[in-house]
């Protein structure tokens, strides 16, 4: 069974718009990653941010975490459209690479 | 460094047949863990191995079996294939506590 609930489920941009996708979880947590999934192949590792981190960058991407309320959002800044994917966070339970993933956000960007 | 390679690429099986995939792990990986992903769905966690020895389980059927070799290759059997079992098959290895490193994927179709 999915781990929990990603929103929105769609989401269509223009290019240099910003995306912000949310995740929202059942269980305590190690850690929560992000993926992106182009044209259901392989998963690209985006970022990691731990149960005691509250935010982390990594070039156009920003993760939040929020244990209190199990939620965790990702922005994408100045999308182009080779953003265009599906992405996916994923919960670590004990820290044993064993994730559990959501069910995704498809985001398109328009040229 | 090579990646993450499975095979084969796609393959066709009948209801009830049986088919093996295969994962060649991520230069000094030592874990590999094997996920379906159905479609439109988010990836689901089959099992893992570490060290030639199964390190967890999610919650799939005994027909779903697993292998790991010396060189840290796995394979994923599935016996009985059924209709439901269609889906990206997809490998991911990982050394410690560092992400998996996801490879491409296996499309199965079971007519």
Known sequence: SQQGEEDPQALSIQE??????????KTSINNLQWYRQNSGRGLVHLILIRSNERE????????????SKKSSSLL???SRAADTASYFCA????NTGKLIFGQGTTLQVKP | ETGVTQSPTHLIKT????????????????????????????PQFIFQYYREEENGRGN???????????????????????????????????????PPVFG????????
């Open chain 2, 60 to 98: 799939f059927p005994p027909r779903f079996s697993g292998l790991q070799f010396p060189n840290y290759s796995s394979e994923l059997n599935v016996n009985a294939l059924e209709l439901d079992d269609s889906a990206l098959y997809l490998c991911a290895s990982s050394l410690g506590t560092a």
């Open chain 2, 104 to 111: 491409p994927g296996t499309r199965l179709t079971v007519t």
């Open chain 1, 91 to 94: 919960t670590d339970f004990q």
């Open chain 1, 16 to 25: 240099g718009e910003n995306a912000t996708m949310n995740c929202s979880y």
């Open chain 2, 15 to 42: 209801r009830g047949q049986q088919v093996t995939l295969r994962c060649s792990s991520q230069s000094g990986h030592n874990t590999v863990s094997w996920y379906q992903q159905a479609l439109g769905q988010g």
């Open chain 1, 56 to 67: 982390k960058h990594s070039g156009r991407l920003r993760v939040t975490l929020d244990t």
């Open chain 1, 76 to 78: 994408i800044t100045a």
